[in-house]
């Protein structure tokens, strides 16, 4: 009963140039997806330099614009013409 079992490895096949580059192809995926969401999660300062009144709240005087103001620059005076009859 002993002399029966079969202790040799299993026949593997070598993987193909095509599963080759599908692996390589996971593995990039799962590194370039890793980084994105580091890149979400990390935050990154836009420039070198730091200023400072960018942190200041501005004031609501500055924030807001006159909203009497925008129509009138907008519209046009209209020309006034005399109906033909």
């Known amino acids: 009963m002993a002399a029966e079992l ?18 390589y192809g996971l593995f990039f995926g799962a590194i370039f997806q890793l980084i994105c969401v580091l890149a979400i999660i990390l935050p990154v300062s836009k420039s070198h330099k730091t200023d400072s009144d960018s942190f200041e709240p501005k004031n609501s005087e ?9 129509p009138q620059m907008s519209k046009k005076p209209k020309k006034e013409t005399k109906k033909k009859r």
Request: aromatic share 8%.
């Open 6 to 23: 079969d202790f040799s490895p299993p026949e593997i096949p070598e993987p193909t140039f095509m599963e080759n580059v599908l692996r």
């Open 62 to 70: 500055t924030v807001k614009k006159p909203k009497a103001t925008a």
